[in-house]
T-cell receptor, first 112, second 118 residues
Framework: AQKVTQAQTEISVVEKEDVTLDCVYETRDTTYYLFWYKQPPSGELVFLIRRNSFDEQNEISGRYSWNFQKSTSSFNFTITASQVVDSAVYFCALISQGNLIFGKGTKLSVKP | NAGVMQNPRHLVRRRGQEARLRCSPMKGHSHVYWYRQLPEEGLKFMVYLQKENIIDESGMPKERFSAEFPKEGPSILRIQQVVRGDSAAYFC????????????????FGSGTRLTVV
C-alpha cells in the first residue's frame, strides 16, 4: 500500500524563525517520486519540488531545503527565515505506480 | 503557454441539481487527472483519463459521478443530483507521457473549481 503521512496538522511560527515540515511515506516500490506542493490561501496548488527515489542528495533552493532519507522513508521540508508570505498549506505527495497520492497537509502560519 | 485551465472557478448548486466542471489540459498534454479536496483534507485521486479513454476510475464514487475526455474539447467531471457532501474543491491536473513515464514529471494542476451545494 502507498501512503503519505504528514503528522503536523498545523504549525505556527513567528517571522524569521526556521520551520521544518515532516513527511513520511510508505511504498513497496523501488522506483518512486516525491513532491511538495504549496497551497496558499488563494487555493491554487503550486509545485515546489520533485525528487526521485534514486537521488538522496539534499536540495536547497533559496530559503527552502529538502532532506530525503530513504532509511527512514522521510522527505522533510525546511523553510529558513520564514516570512508571512510562506503562510499556506503544504502537501507532500508520492507517485509510485502512476497516481499521485497526497498527505493531508500541514497548515503553516507565519506571524509578523 | 497557458497552464491547466479549469472553469468555473466557483460553482454553486442546489441539492439535486447537476454540476459540470471543465478542465482544459496544458498544450501538448494528453493525460488528465481529477482530484477532490474536501474541507481540511488533502487531495484524493478520483479518475485518470486519456483522450476518449478512462484509464483508472478507482477513486470515483460509484454513483452520480462521471468523467469524460473527448477527442475534442475539455475534460468534463459531471456530478448528478448533487448533495451537500459533494461540496469541495475539485482539481484537475495534466501530464505528458513524453519519452518517459508520466510519473517522472509529476503533474501540472489547475486552480481548481470550488463547488458549493446549498
Amino acid at each position: 500500500a502507498q501512503k503519505v503521512t504528514q503528522a503536523q496538522t498545523e504549525i505556527s511560527v513567528v517571522e524569521k524563525e526556521d520551520v521544518t515540515l515532516d513527511c513520511v511515506y510508505e511504498t513497496r516500490d523501488t522506483t518512486y517520486y516525491l513532491f511538495w506542493y504549496k497551497q496558499p490561501p488563494s487555493g491554487e496548488l503550486v509545485f515546489l519540488i520533485r525528487r526521485n527515489s534514486f537521488d538522496e542528495q539534499n536540495e536547497i533552493s533559496g530559503r527552502y531545503s529538502w532532506n530525503f532519507q530513504k532509511s527512514t522513508s522521510s522527505f522533510n521540508f525546511t523553510i529558513t527565515a520564514s516570512q508571512v508570505v510562506d503562510s499556506a498549506v503544504y502537501f507532500c505527495a508520492l507517485i509510485s505506480q502512476g497516481n499521485l497520492i497526497f498527505g493531508k497537509g500541514t497548515k503553516l502560519s507565519v506571524k509578523p | 503557454n497557458a497552464g491547466v485551465m479549469q472553469n468555473p472557478r466557483h460553482l454553486v448548486r442546489r441539492r439535486g441539481q447537476e454540476a459540470r466542471l471543465r478542465c482544459s489540459p496544458m498544450k501538448g498534454h494528453s493525460h488528465v487527472y481529477w482530484y477532490r479536496q474536501l474541507p481540511e483534507e488533502g487531495l484524493k485521486f478520483m479518475v485518470y483519463l486519456q483522450k476518449e479513454n478512462i484509464i483508472d476510475e478507482s477513486g470515483m464514487p460509484k454513483e452520480r459521478f462521471s468523467a469524460e475526455f473527448p477527442k475534442e474539447g475539455p475534460s468534463i467531471l459531471r456530478i448528478q443530483q448533487v448533495v451537500r457532501g459533494d461540496s469541495a474543491a475539485y482539481f484537475c491536473a495534466s501530464s505528458s507521457p513524453g519519452s518517459a513515464p508520466a510519473s517522472h514529471y509529476g503533474y501540472t494542476f489547475g486552480s481548481g473549481t470550488r463547488l458549493t451545494v446549498v
